[in-house]
């Protein structure tokens, strides 16, 4: 991902002394969150600019709740990040401070014009504000968000330098708003070399022949469209098959069964969930639930330890240690693949505590 250092947009919209907006926008699948995580992470590093300034972030998410979707928590957590790092920046906040002392409610239109009077800040700083998954954001006011964050990098001559680094999915919202701006780097169009690599690194563990290999390899980057989501599942597919035996003509046949589209994969995945025994569904089922509507991403151990819990319990359920070992999965680790497919992945690793289970 070091080519967008020296992206000309990135170049364009780093290298000046005036407020500007830089949109990276992206199928899903592209790469947009881990390019921006990648981005915080070392911007002080390739960003002479950055490391005398100050740098905030929010990533919106649909799987964190409705609190990381909210934009009322994008701006106080944007506020807080210049705050924290700043504190000559409190005079924008002091008159609301003042106000929202005995409530310590903090009203949404104020917060928005707290933001957008930080242009006008009287001293020479400069701010990268950094906002991920624009598009997984509240669609309540999400249009407004989005010209706020355009009027704060409105092309005028102020002391303060705003810089605001945004991603999204393409939607309708953002297509409007940006109709015109320069600063707009389409992930997948830049994706070429990086998911070559991705694809080469995986392909020469398979050890296929010498035309085998370059067949496989052609096939994956020219049906990719910059979509890395699909490259992996691709790779999960074709270990899967070899495991059977197969030509080379086997092979190509294969892949041309495969979804060009990530909708269609996900289709064809669910379809093989389908096929599983009642006990696999009804074992699988149970895991998306306790992923999807836990009020914060679960270590592996914890859902380890709720599948072995009965569906239907009562109020005087206390098993014993030895009872509930007993009801504990073996070979945890394939069970998730096997109930869950690949919708279901590890972060981390399964002994690390930090470790939790997220939705492909």
Same mark, same amino acid.
């Given at each position: ?12 919209? $780093? ?13 899903? &699948?592209s &790469?947009? $969150? ?11 590093? @390739? ?13 919106? $998410? ?14 106080? +957590? ?28 903090? /009203?949404?239109? #104020? ?8 242009k ?12 991920d ?34 991603? +999204? ?5 953002? +297509? ?10 389409? =992930? ?16 020469e ?27 992996? =599942? ?9 495991r059977?035996? @197969? ?22 995945m ?26 914060? /991403?679960l ?10 819990? /009965? ?6 359920? +206390? /098993? $014993? ?11 945890f ?16 690793? @399964?002994?690390?505590?930090?470790? #939790?289970?997220?939705?492909?």
């Amino acid at each position: 991902m070091q080519w967008l250092w020296g992206h000309d947009k990135y170049q364009a919209w $780093s290298s000046t002394d005036t407020s500007d907006l830089l949109l990276i926008e992206g199928k899903p &699948g592209s &790469g947009k $969150s881990t390019l921006v995580k990648y981005f915080k992470r070392n911007i002080l590093k @390739y960003e002479l600019f950055a490391q005398q300034s100050i740098v905030a972030s929010f990533f919106y $998410s649909y799987r964190e709740g409705e609190a990381q979707r909210d934009h009322s928590n994008m701006l106080r +957590s944007i506020l807080y990040d210049v705050l924290r790092q700043n504190e000559t920046f409190f005079f924008h906040f002091q008159t609301l401070y003042r106000k929202t002392l005995p409530s310590g409610v903090w /009203p949404y239109d #104020s917060l928005r014009k707290i933001l957008l009077s930080f242009k006008t800040h009287p001293a020479q700083e400069r701010l990268y504000l950094i906002v991920d998954a624009v598009d997984e954001s509240d669609d309540d006011d999400r249009n407004a968000i989005i010209e706020l964050l355009r009027q704060l990098c409105k092309n005028e001559q102020h002391v303060c330098v705003v810089k605001v680094f945004i991603a +999204s999915r393409p939607i309708t919202e953002l +297509s409007h708003n940006v109709a015109g701006m320069e600063n707009i780097i389409k =992930l997948q169009d830049e994706n070429g070399p990086d998911i070559l690599k991705f694809a080469e690194s995986f392909l020469e563990t398979l050890k296929l022949s010498p035309r085998c290999h370059a067949m496989t390899k052609g096939y994956i980057i020219q049906k990719a469209q910059g979509v890395f989501v699909w490259v992996h =599942l691709v790779e999960k597919e074709l270990l899967k098959y070899l495991r059977t035996g @197969y030509s080379n003509d086997d092979i190509y046949d294969f892949l041309e069964t495969l979804p060009t589209e990530l909708n269609g994969f996900y289709e064809r995945m669910l379809g093989e969930l389908e096929k599983n025994k009642q006990r696999d569904i009804k074992v699988g089922m149970k895991m998306f639930r306790l992923v999807l509507f836990a009020c914060r /991403p679960l270590r592996v151990q914890e859902i380890h330890h709720a599948l072995a819990i /009965p569906d239907a319990i009562d109020i005087e359920y +206390s /098993p $014993s240690e030895e009872s509930f070992e007993d009801a504990l999965i073996q070979g945890f680790l394939k069970r998730i693949i096997h109930c869950g497919g690949n919708f279901l992945e590890i972060q981390g690793t @399964y002994n690390s505590l930090v470790n #939790s289970f997220t939705i492909v």
